[in-house]
T-cell receptor, first 113, second 113 residues
């Protein structure tokens, strides 16, 4: 039944490590997104993909690399993790078009020690 | 100055009260206006969606957009404890393909039984 799912839900790791977060949607959408939500609840887009093609790439360090193997999946790989990367990362999906209600996943809480 | 300003609260009101949540914005190109609700430790979910100026009502919720003042509001009537959440306004322009959704910082609302 889950519409947008993310794994893992929690991720605790040391500075300098490399980690990945996976996202899958079963809504049949063709557009997917990654957002970062900081400790003050500010939600900011990082990337968006449409049909596996990168559409939006905000000013994000190139340590962050998204990968979309197909329309239903969008993964996020982070190299050389830093303390400032600690946040909640949300995946979302939507149809492509003017009315683009975005459906969010449950989030992955990343803590870098 | 941020593109979208939202009072972070917290806001506490007694059950049954009318709640007013607001956002101001600076980008006159914004045409689509949304309110998302986010429960603790969950992903945001779309509550209301408005195109251009005007009002929209859905049950106990009313969204208002005043583009001349660059001001949007969400009213909650007969507030319930289950309305306790963080409310995020979001908006974007009409160039859907290449435009991101810009969020406010969210207002944390608590309804006191």
């Amino acid at each position: 039944d889950t519409a947008v799912s993310q794994t893992p839900k929690y991720l605790v790791t040391q500075m300098g490590n490399d980690k990945s977060i996976k996202c899958e949607q079963n809504l049949g959408h063709d557009t997917m997104y990654w957002y970062k939500q900081d400790s003050k609840k500010f939600l900011k887009i990082m990337f968006s993909y449409n049909n596996k093609e990168l559409i939006i790439n905000e000013t994000v360090p190139n340590r962050f690399s998204p990968k979309s193997p197909d329309k239903a999946h969008l993964n996020l790989h982070i190299n050389s993790l830093e303390l400032g990367d600690s946040a909640v990362y949300f995946c979302a999906s939507s149809d492509w078009g003017d009315y683009n209600e975005q459906f969010f996943g449950p989030g992955t809480r990343l803590t870098v020690l | 100055q941020k593109e979208v300003e939202q009072d972070p609260g917290p806001l506490s009101v007694p059950e049954g009260a009318i709640v007013s949540l607001n956002c101001t914005y600076s980008n006159s190109a914004f045409q689509y206006f949304m309110w998302y609700r986010q429960y603790s430790r969950k992903g945001p979910e779309l509550l209301m969606y408005t195109y251009s100026s005007g009002n929209k009502e859905d049950g106990r919720f009313t969204a208002q957009v005043d583009k001349s003042s660059k001001y949007i509001s969400l009213f909650i009537r007969d507030s319930q404890p289950s309305d306790s959440a963080t409310y995020l306004c979001a908006m974007r322009g009409t160039n859907f393909g290449n435009e991101k959704l810009t969020f406010g910082t969210g207002t944390r609302l608590t309804i006191i039984p």
